[in-house]
């Protein structure tokens, strides 16, 4: 509420009246004693924040322009040194060799790996948990069975299902069982170009029922007089949605969309307990990598450059995502 | 139980860190049937005068591992009333751990090493060195251990580790299916191939034998048994894609190709499954076997015979030892109290009823004649490999060669390539952004 232009507000003239009235000093708060209330609110936070996942940041970014041994907790500054040595050769030379070829440079190629995991992933972890979302509001008997059931996923840790998948994806697992018959039983976590897919169905076999639970949420917060008046215009049930449920999901789906985008980036516990990143590389996710380079091979610089790295790249989608829905927003 | 917990993913490394675990815990145990009976250990113990608090760590599968060890030290601080021991083992993640912990000073006083990252610990100073104490004490003698063991934790004519125990590689097998079969122990490659043939022939098994496509133990035995080698002798190049290396890689690729060799992943999960249920005739294993069928299949264990590797074609007998340290931060606050427990814990008696347990061989030479080994003659043919093993391990950059190295291997079992393609690869990949960098 400003106070600066225009007439003062009730309040104020009240409080100046009976000020005047009984010509007592009635000191109300400063802007400044206002301001330290609101610090000392933040203040816990702050310093738990500041503490434990600031001052870490920072040091990690120092660290990655050191080569740093972990076991000596100690470093040389080398500049861009470790990025220099991360990105080149770059993606483009030799025909694209770096996308193609593991061997000539792993950073390259594990992003290409995680961009197709991202690309195979988001979209079907989106739509599944809009699919099944849109089922569940409506009056399905045991709609809360489902629920728990397409929610259960998410509660389990990563590497438990990681190895339930391991399980059911086994060249003698259930999965192939089924394939036998029309001729599809494949090894998939043993081959190079199928172990990847293994890691992508179990993302989304997870994320459908996280998203779901989002998107729930975001249906029942539509007022319904908004359907009401949609039937009353004539709408049929895909333009009450393409009108009513969409435009109104749109806060939702941007944060199911970042959040989506995220996920995918730092994916790592799957890949890491399906199959340890191989079979040739076939599944070593940039994380992955990060986690090979810090803590197995003991250079935590290249590690740090790697992970800032790749906080760039997540923030460039999660900026240009917030920009896009920005430029398509809509004041009704 | 310990070894079937790696039964849903890859064997390779998982069961031998676990092993070393076993290795580690049960040692200890062992340690103690041995020495609080008797005044053995006793003698042989250096005063330790002033109290100290101890620290120690180390990996234990199980509870039953990590009470054992508790066991042995609770006999240590009663004879030794003045120190208290306080062992906290970790169960996953211990080599990231133990960095991390070393980094930040805050590592405990003494906990294990493994083979494959002892280098990087001992080059780079966080490990405190243990021969003047081995000097000082006429306990112990460098003379007492297999030459490969001490040697593999030689860093620059020092010691930062005394070995715990050890294992060979060696080849276990179904006595009755080779029997059925019409065929011979293989004590040659070719001789290998002929008995896996008669295997394939007349029985039904899943594959008839079991290989770990990351980490194909016979390719390893292969190249040493060839004269080849990982590194160069001054370890400054990666020498893998010699034709000793590309020879030794060949074989077991040939035999996936024709069907007589298969990925243990998909056979049982792991060599021990894949014995026990009958779903392959031969695996190639450690010590860390033996109690598994002991212990879980006792009738299988009837059956199961092991042998020395078989040879490479033209080569001279060597297979790979997996081994562990006790050893000692660098900044340890009383490092004579913390030898004195290591010292303890590898002694004569400790060391010997400790290998009676069976998870582990003993380092000690002088033990090959204990009567455990005239008992157990498979252990005794996995101690009789001792002189001709090479201790797993690559130098100080041994966890980043192996993260190159391993998936080139996989390439070429998984036939995605040649096994000289592959080699060349790793070679190339190892030389410029390991060794060179």
């Known amino acids: 509420m400003s106070l600066q232009d225009g007439e003062p507000t009730g309040q104020e003239s009240l409080s100046v009246r009976v000020q005047e009235r009984l010509s007592l000093p009635i000191s109300l708060p400063t802007e400044d004693q206002n301001n330290l209330a609101g610090y000392l ?284 829905r920005k430029s398509e927003e809509v004041d009704y | 139980m310990r070894e079937t917990a790696t039964g849903n993913g890859r064997e390779g490394e998982l069961t031998r860190r676990r092993f070393v675990g076993t290795l580690a815990a049960s040692g200890l145990t062992v340690g103690l049937a041995g020495c609080s009976g008797d005044d053995g250990t006793g003698e042989e113990g250096a005063d330790v005068d002033e109290s100290a608090d101890i620290t120690m760590t180390g990996w234990a599968a199980d509870d039953t591992e990590s009470a054992l060890l508790q066991e042995l030290i609770d006999s240590y ?73 001490i040697e593999a934790f030689d860093y620059e004519g020092s010691l930062y580790g005394i070995p715990k125990g050890f294992t060979t590689l060696g080849m276990f097998y179904n006595e009755e299916h080779l029997e059925e079969a019409g065929a011979e122990v293989p004590e040659s490659w070719a001789g290998l191939r002929e008995t896996l043939e008669a295997i394939d022939e007349s029985l039904d098994v899943g594959v008839p034998m079991t290989i770990i496509p990351e980490e194909p133990r016979l390719f390893f035995t292969g190249l040493f048994q060839n004269g080849g080698q990982v590194l160069s002798d001054n370890g400054d190049e990666c020498v893998i894609a010699s034709e000793e290396g590309v020879e030794a890689l060949e074989f077991p690729v040939s035999l996936v190709e024709d069907g007589l060799a298969g990925y243990v992943a998909d056979h049982g999960g792991w060599h021990g499954d894949a014995l026990a249920e009958e779903i392959t005739s031969i695996g190639h294993m450690g010590a860390w076997g033996l109690p598994f069928f002991r212990d879980n299949q006792p009738e299988m264990d009837e059956v199961i015979g092991v042998a020395e590797m078989p040879v490479i074609d033209g080569g001279d007998p060597a297979t790979m030892a997996y081994t562990v340290t006790y050893s000692m931060a660098h900044d340890v606050e009383d490092p004579a109290v913390a030898w004195d427990l290591v010292r303890y814990l590898t002694s004569d008696e400790g060391m010997a009823a400790w290998a009676e347990q069976g998870l582990e061989l003993s380092a000690r030479e002088a033990h090959a004649d204990l009567e455990f080994y005239e008992e157990n003659p498979r252990y005794r043919t996995l101690l009789d490999q001792a002189d001709e093993s090479v201790v797993w391990g690559f130098g100080p950059d041994s966890e980043a060669i192996l993260n190159r190295v391993q998936p080139q291997l996989e390439r070429a079992i998984l036939g995605e390539a040649s096994p000289r393609e592959s080699l060349e690869s790793a070679q190339e990949q190892v030389n410029r952004e390991v060794l060179d960098g």
């Open chain 1, 41 to 324: 609110f933040v203040a816990p936070n702050l310093l738990v924040f500041s503490i434990f996942l600031l001052g870490p940041v920072l040091y990690a970014f120092y660290v990655s322009f050191n080569e740093w041994n972990i076991l000596l907790g100690e470093g040389t500054w080398i500049g861009l040194g470790n990025y220099v040595s991360i990105l080149q050769p770059w993606p483009w030379e030799n025909n694209w060799a770096a996308l193609r070829s593991p061997e000539v440079n792993l950073w390259w190629y594990a992003l290409r790996t995680t961009a197709i995991y991202a690309v195979g992933t988001v979209p079907l972890q989106i739509l599944g948990g809009l699919a099944v979302a849109l089922m569940l509001d409506k009056r399905v008997r045991a709609k809360k069975a489902y629920r728990a059931a397409y929610f259960m996923p998410v509660m389990l840790s990563g590497a438990a299902s990681a190895v339930i998948w391991r399980w059911l994806l086994a060249s003698d697992g259930i999965i192939n069982e089924f394939l036998a018959p029309i001729g599809l039983a494949h090894n998939w976590a043993s081959d190079p170009s199928t172990a990847l897919g293994g890691v992508m169905v179990m993302a989304i076999w997870g994320g459908i029922g996280f998203n779901m639970i989002l998107f729930l949420a975001g249906l029942q917060n539509i007022p319904n007089e908004l359907y009401e008046a949609a039937r009353i215009d004539g709408c049929n049930g895909w333009q009450r949605f393409r009108n009513v449920t969409y435009p109104n999901l749109e806060n939702t789906n941007f944060f199911v969309i970042v959040m989506a985008i995220i996920g995918a980036f730092q994916v790592f516990g799957i890949a890491l307990v399906f199959s340890e990143g191989g079979p040739y590389f076939s599944t070593t996710t940039t994380v992955l990598l990060i986690y090979q380079r810090a803590f197995q091979e003991g250079h935590m610089g290249e590690g740090a450059a790697m992970a800032f790295l790749l906080f760039l790249i997540i923030f460039a989608f999660s900026y240009w995502q917030y920009r896009y």
């Open chain 2, 77 to 149: 601080e009663e004879e030794n009333e003045d120190v208290e021991v306080s062992y906290s083992p970790v169960q996953d993640e211990y080599e990231q751990r133990l960095r991390t912990q070393l980094g930040a000073g805050e590592a405990p006083d003494v906990f294990y090493v493994d083979s494959s990252y002892y280098h990087a610990f001992a080059s780079t100073d966080v490990l405190h060195e243990m021969d003047t104490f081995a000097e000082e004490d006429g306990g112990f003698e460098r003379e007492d251990f297999y030459d490969p063991l």
